[in-house]
């Protein structure tokens, strides 16, 4: 029977949205929560993944982005900020929403699988507040 299963991962981030018209736009941070959450067919032991696998799988891209600021290429102000003043940055070519992040983390959950995965379908929640979170999901 498919099953699922989820581990969640916490880490602090700095961000902003140009865009935005309201205090997006600032420089702010989160205290984000990822939920990983894996779909499968369990095996003979009753086991879609252990969790061990999860956290090796999944931990070094969140130690990635643990208090780092996630720079979209495009805001050329902070681009020449941190040029200027080296930091933990790591450059992505989007806006930096909850969406995107969501869609950033699936897509490098999916490349990070293990080899032997039972895996049909990988989703990611994650969580810029306790009450708001954007989903992502896809099949490996
Ligand atoms: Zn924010």
């Known amino acids: 029977m498919r099953t699922a299963i989820s581990k969640q991962f916490r880490w602090e981030m700095g961000h902003r949205l140009p865009f935005h018209d309201g205090l ?3 420089i702010h941070g989160h205290s984000y929560e990822a939920h990983v959450i894996l779909i499968g067919e369990p095996d003979a032991h009753g086991m879609v ?6 956290k090796t799988m999944m931990q070094p ?3 990635e982005l643990d208090h780092c600021f996630l720079l979209d290429d495009g805001d050329d102000v902070l681009a020449q900020f941190f040029h200027d003043h080296p930091m933990k940055v790591v450059r992505v070519s ?3 929403t909850a969406e995107n992040i969501a869609r950033y983390l699936v897509d490098r959950a999916v490349a990070a699988l293990p080899a ?3 895996i049909d379908i990988v989703r990611i ?3 810029e ?3 708001t979170y954007a989903e992502v999901e896809r099949t490996p």
């Open 116 to 118: 032997n995965h039972r």
């Open 125 to 127: 929640r994650v969580y």
């Open 24 to 26: 997006c736009k600032n």
């Open 61 to 63: 891209i969140i130690d």
């Open 49 to 54: 993944m252990d969790y061990f696998d999860v």
């Open 129 to 131: 507040t306790e009450k």
């Open 94 to 96: 989007f806006p930096t």
